[in-house]
């Protein structure tokens, strides 16, 4: 099987997919770990599956049409990344509560003639802080860069549903940013929120000033020449942990770690989200030293 494949293609080649068939939706979608990940799981629980990187068309409508192709071929279910996390909420017809929340999904499962959408990318980025590094989200400051796209509004509710004492929320200037300071506020009345656009200095250095967690949902560094998403001067070893959602090295991460800070990125949380998922799939426990492993396997 090729290393990605659009929905086209499958429809040719499905018949060469081993039952239960899974995959991982985006665009771009050639950098996803999700299959070495899942591969690893489903060999350690004795399944004999498929998982495929699957290029989904940003043209309007396309990822709906997608997922109802996917559904003929007898597809399990999908996760999905960008930029379809909010697409996928829309087209589940039953959601989880970081879904309802947040308005983005990154797990599908199809059952019974049912969409079932559910949001693990939250409870994996608190897992990746509290065993990987220590951190407590429930006593940090936590600044979200990109904090309007899908992956970011979810973290941001799970901060808040997970006693986060301050949150600040970076975004280009959109209404939007204000609308889900909004909904943070409905759902953590003591939670302390402020939003800063990511494109005035000073703001950001504001935000800086007083983050000590410093999250990357924004999508830059998933091409090689991306600048960082926040200027890395204002970087401190001595106060900031760096969290990059991205899953590569990226200039955000090398920077800070040349400042000395401690670097989390995106293949902590995907060990963990990517667990959670598995467990809806198939109701059984996923073997996340076995996920862990095919990650360092991989080189990445």
């Known amino acids: 099987m090729q290393e990605v494949c659009t929905i086209e293609e499958l429809e040719r080649l499905v018949d060469a997919l081993p039952r239960p068939r899974l995959g991982v939706v985006g665009n771009p979608i050639a950098h996803s770990l999700s299959p070495a990940i899942q591969h690893a799981a489903m060999h350690a629980a004795g399944i004999d599956g498929s998982y495929v990187r699957i290029l989904c068309s940003k043209e309007p409508g396309a990822f709906r049409e997608l997922v109802e192709r996917l559904r003929k071929l007898e597809f399990l279910g999908v996760n999905v990344t960008v930029p379809f996390k909010r697409e996928a909420r829309a087209v589940a017809d039953e959601v989880d509560e970081l879904s309802r929340l947040s308005g983005a999904t990154n797990t599908l499962v199809f059952r019974d003639g049912i969409v079932d959408g559910l949001n693990t990318d939250g409870p994996g980025f608190v897992r990746a802080l509290e065993f990987r590094h220590g951190t407590n989200t429930e006593t940090e400051s936590i ?39 909004g909904r943070l506020r409905g759902i953590a009345p003591q939670l302390e929120i402020t939003t800063y656009s990511l494109q005035d200095a000073d703001q950001m250095k504001s935000a800086m000033d007083q983050a000590v967690v410093v999250v990357n949902a924004t999508s830059l560094g998933l091409s090689e020449d991306d600048p960082p998403p926040v200027d890395p001067d204002l970087l401190r070893a ?52 076995a996920m862990r492993a095919a990650i360092n396997e991989s080189g990445v």
Do not use: Y
Request: glycine residues 10%; hydrophobic residues 40%.
């Open 143 to 181: 600044l979200i860069l990109g904090a309007c796209g899908g992956a970011g509004s979810a973290l941001a509710m799970q901060c808040a549903l997970s006693g986060c004492k301050r949150l600040l929320l970076a975004n280009r200037p959109r209404p939007e940013l204000e609308q889900l300071a």
């Open 238 to 289: 001595e106060q900031h942990t760096v969290f990059d959602l991205i899953t590569h090295d990226t200039a955000l991460q090398r920077r800070a770690r040349e400042k000395g800070l401690c670097v989390c990125d995106g293949r902590d949380m995907l060990v963990g989200q990517g667990a959670l998922s598995f467990e809806k799939w198939f109701g059984v426990t996923a073997d996340v030293k």
